[in-house]
């Protein structure tokens, strides 16, 4: 139905920068907006970012603010997480998800429709 797959994870040191991408794909398909969620070991899933595909408007969780960025390439249905200043914490699997409507707000991972396999960052001291 639709796919998303998700690419750009990896190992990186501490104060370094890595950039993931997340691709659409699926016959029909429309989404409101698109999110990336974490989880890291032992833990649960948490909101890190996401952007309406119509306005470009952004959210960040608090955590990530001014260190992370979510863009999107409406040509390409991509989206992606540009991560700088990478820290030991952010080490996690991330997830890209997109949801087809406008109801909930966009830090609630209940309310996606449809989610990624997920991508492993981690990152050394």
């Known amino acids: 139905q639709v796919q998303l797959v998700e690419s750009g994870g990896g190992l990186v040191q501490a104060g370094g920068s890595l950039r993931l991408s997340c691709a659409a794909s699926?016959?029909?398909?429309?989404?409101?907006?698109m999110g990336w969620f974490r989880q890291a070991p032992g833990k649960g899933r948490d909101f890190v970012a996401a952007?309406?595909?119509?306005?470009?408007?952004?959210a960040y969780a608090d955590s990530v603010k001014g260190r992370f960025t979510i863009s999107r390439d409406n040509a390409k249905n991509t989206v992606y997480l540009q991560m700088n200043s990478l820290k030991p914490e952010d080490t996690a699997v991330y997830y890209c998800?997109?949801?087809?409507?406008?109801?909930?707000?966009?830090?609630?991972?209940?309310?996606?429709?449809?989610w990624g396999q997920g991508t492993q960052v981690t990152v050394s001291s």
């Open positions: 998800a997109a949801v087809i409507t406008s109801f909930g707000r966009l830090a609630n991972e209940n309310n996606y429709d449809y």
């Open positions: 699926g016959r029909p398909f429309s989404s409101y907006a």
């Open positions: 952007i309406i595909w119509s306005t470009g408007n952004t």
